[in-house]
């Protein structure tokens, strides 16, 4: 049987958040497009990292890449 989509969950969030590159270090390479950050931490859109990372740090990736 094939992983669920918690499985995956689970494993995109353990590949955004956890060292050595995060979604958070992503953030801080001003350059990057949100789009090719979301898509480097295995989202299939920009707004599906935003609403993760919005669940995870409480603000959204455009608040916390200006702060």
């Excluded at 060292?19 to 789009?35: F, N, R, T, Y």
Aim: glycine share 8%; aromatic share 6%.
């Amino acid at each position: 049987m094939g992983p669920t989509g918690r499985d995956r969950s689970v494993e995109v969030r353990e590949r955004c958040w956890n060292p050595p590159k995060s979604a958070e270090s992503h953030l801080a390479e001003q350059g990057v497009p949100i789009e090719r950050i979301a898509a480097r931490c295995g989202f299939a859109a920009s707004g599906a990292l935003s609403s993760a990372f919005l669940r995870h740090t409480g603000v959204r990736p455009s608040t916390y890449r200006k702060n």
